[in-house]
């Protein structure tokens, strides 16, 4: 009886957040009718973003920005990308017109090239909104959700390639129809581009700080090495700065373990601790918890409510900073 009672409070607790989730969204809406216009928004921070980056690597390409600050803030500028890819899976815009939704795609896709391509991941995103919290949860266990060893997480976080290699068995075994081919070959071929460009100038440099090879490697090869290092800076280790940051954050939010209901698939990072990897992420760990509750959202929405709707899930019994179960592996315990 009393756990029957207690699952009634928690839909209820449900309930509660959507509904505010929807009220406050409405009312955004209702006074900024512009809002409204939401393929246009959607297209207009694409265009500004992308030529945002076009613009960093220009200003390095002629020596007017160096190159620590390119690197900043193109990372800022493509986890932009990002909120656009996750809002594209979710069919926020041009859901009646395929051409213009696959063009924007393909485009956040170039700008994050150390990503499977946007439409795979709708197949495991859309996974992982069913399945948030289990085994089966592709999406998540393959940021690093779950994983205990410290090192091996921190490797699966930064390095989403390596971090597929060494779980591929793990993931065969135990989630459903995994298939390290298929996840592998959605990287083609715009991030198998980004990784020989990160692997090519990592082993040149490598290998010249000990066996100097620079002097007797043909001019040709230096100059494909030398766009290849403009690329590091434009786009390579943005890329590396912004994935690794979300990674980190959202491995941490999600629960992997102990969950039965949408109550306990995340709890909300507001933790002043996060704030240097929410700068590279677009606050996502703020934010996100918000998305599990009303999936069909624009990420500027949820931007705009999250302060208001952080206060009701927090009275709705969502958890805020959960450091134990980031010590414990991501389990939800509900003794927490």
């Known amino acids: 009886m009393a756990t029957h009672m207690t699952n009634d409070h928690i ?11 929807k009220t406050e969204e409405q009312s955004l809406r209702s006074r900024f009718p512009i ?9 207009a921070t694409l265009l500004v973003s992308f030529s945002a980056l076009v613009g960093l690597g220009s200003l390095y390409y002629f020596g007017l920005i160096p190159a620590w600050l390119c690197i900043i803030l193109a990372a800022v500028v493509t986890s932009i990308s990002h909120e656009l890819e996750h809002d594209l899976i979710h ?10 939704q696959n063009f924007m795609m393909l485009a956040v896709w170039l700008m994050r090239p150390n990503t499977i391509n946007p439409w795979y991941r709708r197949k495991i995103h859309l996974h992982h909104h069913q399945h948030s919290g289990t085994q089966q949860d592709l999406e998540e266990r393959l940021v690093g959700n779950g994983i205990r060893n410290p090192f091996l997480r921190a490797l699966v976080i930064v390095d989403g390639l390596l971090g597929l290699i060494i779980n591929r068995r793990r993931f065969k075994k135990e989630i459903k129809g995994f298939s390290f081919a298929e996840v592998f070959n959605a990287g083609f071929p715009v991030t198998t581009l980004y990784f020989i460009v990160l692997y090519s100038v ?20 230096l100059s494909i090495m030398q766009v290849f290092e403009f690329l590091m800076v434009v786009l390579i280790i943005p890329n590396i700065i912004r994935s ?10 999600h629960y992997y373990g102990g969950v039965n209901n949408l109550h ?13 990897f929410h700068l590279f992420c677009f606050n996502f760990g703020r934010t996100h918890t918000i998305h599990h509750y009303v ?20 009275e709705n019994g969502v958890r805020f900073n959960d450091f134990e179960s980031i010590r414990n592996a991501n389990y939800y315990s509900p003794n927490t």
């Not at 690794?244 to 939010?253: E, I």
Request: hydrophobic share 40%.
């Open 264 to 276: 306990e698939q995340t709890h909300v990072l507001s933790s002043r601790l996060f704030t240097p």
């Open 295 to 314: 999936p069909n959202q624009p990420f500027y929405i949820r931007q705009f409510i999250s302060k208001k709707i952080n206060k009701v899930m927090a």
């Open 11 to 21: 839909r209820q607790n449900i309930r509660t957040i959507v509904r505010a989730i």
């Open 35 to 43: 809002l409204n216009q939401q393929n246009t928004i959607g297209m």
């Open 91 to 100: 069919n926020q815009y041009f859901s009646k017109q395929p051409f213009w």
């Open 202 to 221: 990592l082993a040149f440099h490598g290998l010249n700080l000990f066996f100097p090879i620079e002097s007797s490697t043909p001019a040709w090869a």
């Open 244 to 253: 690794s940051s979300l990674n980190f954050v959202t491995s941490c939010m």
